[in-house]
């Protein structure tokens, strides 16, 4: 379960943990200050759950107007939809609207490799240069290739997880 935490931005007021938008929503509509003001204001702080989450939680950017879409990412995304997400906004800078939002709205080849010459060797295995004689094979610079596809490939770690991705 993913846990948050509100932290009234008042600083005479108490925050608390939640882990549901109804659950957000009822305690906040209770929170006062220690004037008996109501507390309008939260920053919303990823404290517990799965790594991947916590990945989200920073790509989406979580404050109080979007984290019901948030939940409902972290409860219904697969982790592939969280990784083209999180690399989408978090690192090549698309925009979203927290509303609408889907794994899918996003135009992002994520290969699970640990290093270029890795992806080149796979490309070459997959047939992508076409097909290598046999006796050529051993030829192949596999390093060169690696280099080539650093122009359009960006290496990331995402929750642990070395990836490489290209954007389209």
Not at 74 to 101: C, L, M, R
Not at 121 to 136: N, S, T
Request: proline share 3%.
């Amino acid at each position: 379960m993913t846990q948050l935490y509100a932290q009234p931005y008042d600083i005479s007021a108490n925050g608390f943990y939640f882990e549901s938008l109804e659950a957000f929503q009822s305690n906040a509509a209770i929170a006062r200050n220690d004037y008996g003001d109501p507390v309008e204001e939260f920053e919303i702080q990823f404290i517990d759950g799965e790594n991947i989450d916590c990945y989200l939680a920073k790509a989406w950017g979580i404050n109080q107007a979007n984290i019901g879409p948030y939940f409902d990412a972290v409860e219904n995304w697969e982790d592939h939809g969280k990784q083209v997400f999180i690399i989408a906004v978090g690192e090549v800078g698309y925009s979203f609207d927290p509303a609408t939002v889907s794994a899918d709205d996003f135009d992002i080849d994520i290969y699970h490799v640990e290093t270029m010459k890795e992806l080149a060797e796979q490309f070459v295995d997959e047939g992508l240069f076409g097909d290598i004689p046999e006796h050529l094979s051993n030829y192949i610079d596999m390093d060169a290739i690696a280099r080539d596809l650093a122009v359009d490939y960006t290496e990331t770690q995402i929750a642990g997880e070395r990836l490489i991705y290209r954007a389209g």
